[in-house]
């Protein structure tokens, strides 16, 4: 299925084609935010979850959150064919809000990842998105799947799209928000589960070096779900044999 399903704040459900924007929205030169998350069995996974963040992101912009939104999605979502998978992107702009849903891309199971040094900006899911595309450019241009960015102090952070999760001993880990890295919504989700896993739950910084001493490394985001991380800068990580239950535990 091609086809796109396309809901806009106060017309609900219009053709893909239909501009959605002005050309004096703000949102054209970035100024905005937008949430992705998984349409599975005809609902919006997470959304709660979501929603929460674009609200906590707003000020940082200076944008004023529009009512409806749970509604908007909750309409485009009735459209679209609830045996299958669908990645939804909510877009909210100082003059409209909207959203779309697309067919899911196809999943990969496992990655292979260069370090990149950080970009700079505020954490947030903004319409302003350069650094995430070109990073990801950047990283098929190097043979690679994906990049995992790297403080200046040396920390690994955050891939320009996923979160960055990892198990030390008995401890599920992703890097705390405070490090200046957006809050995943998927890696929180994990996070919580661990304990049904046999886990306890940490936020922590790690170097990139030490990610090849641990039980798993993954790259978590809500609609690429889990993969393995197994290859970093050239060199391979033992396989994980944590990776399967993870994507077991996603697709329920």
């Known amino acids: 299925m091609e086809a796109t399903i396309v809901a806009v ?55 004023a959150v529009p009512t409806g939104l749970a509604d908007l999605v909750l309409t485009a979502c009735a459209e679209w064919p609830a045996d299958l998978e669908g990645a939804l992107r909510l877009v909210c702009t100082p003059m409209t809000a909207f959203c779309s849903i697309a067919p899911v891309p196809p999943r990969v199971s496992s990655l292979r990842v260069r370090t990149l040094p950080a970009h700079s900006g505020l954490p947030v899911k903004s319409l302003s998105y350069g650094p995430s595309l070109a990073a990801r450019r950047w990283a098929a241009a190097s043979g690679v799947d994906d990049a995992l960015w790297v403080s200046p102090e040396g920390y690994a952070l955050e891939g320009p799209t996923a979160s960055l999760v990892w198990l030390a001993g008995d401890t599920l880990c992703a890097v705390p928000p405070s490090a200046g890295v957006l ?31 641990v039980g798993g490394v993954w790259l978590a985001s809500s609609v690429r779900g889990i993969a393995e991380v197994r290859v970093l800068d050239g060199a391979e990580l033992p396989p994980s044999p944590h990776t399967e239950r993870l994507c077991d535990l996603f697709s329920r």
Do not use: Y
Request: zero cysteines.
């Open 183 to 213: 809050p995943g919504i998927t890696a929180a989700w994990l996070l919580g589960q661990a304990p049904t896993l046999g886990w306890q739950a940490a936020h922590r910084m790690i170097r990139p070096a030490d990610l090849h001493a």
């Open 9 to 63: 704040l106060g017309l609900g459900v219009v053709p893909p084609g239909t501009p959605v924007m002005r050309a004096d929205d703000p949102g054209v030169l970035g100024d905005g935010l937008f949430e992705t998350m998984l349409v599975r069995n005809g609902r919006p996974r997470l959304l709660d979850e979501h929603l929460a963040r674009l609200a906590a992101s707003a000020p940082e912009l200076g944008l």
